[in-house]
């Protein structure tokens, strides 16, 4: 539909080829309601500054405590809460879960 519109519109002078493409399985995670949609799956978190002496974590996300997002690190007994705003970046880890449930169309 979007190939259509852009062939009579003619935004583009020059030839181009129109790629369409999802963020994939292992997405990045931006905003807050992504880190709640993938509840109970393992994400990659770094941080724009250290908290408890670690800028970089790997860890269950439990989704969110207001603006903070809560995951479990290592096994850790007590969650972590981190601000929405401290998170550099994070991505979901490619797991076996992950690919079942992306499977299912969930």
């Given amino acids: 539909m979007i190939s259509a519109l852009l062939d009579v519109e003619d935004p583009v002078q020059s030839a181009y080829v129109l790629e369409v493409s999802s963020p994939g399985i292992d997405r990045p ?48 007994a007590a969650p972590l809460d981190v601000p929405h705003d401290a998170i550099q970046s994070a991505k979901l880890v490619l797991t076996d879960e992950l690919i079942a449930v992306s499977q299912a169309g969930g």
């Fill in 29 to 76: 995670l931006v905003r807050l309601a992504d880190f709640e949609r993938f509840a109970g799956h393992l994400a990659k978190v770094e941080l724009v500054a250290p908290i408890e002496g670690r800028r970089r974590f790997v860890g269950r996300l439990l989704g969110l405590t207001g603006e903070q997002v809560r995951f479990v690190v290592d096994g850790a």
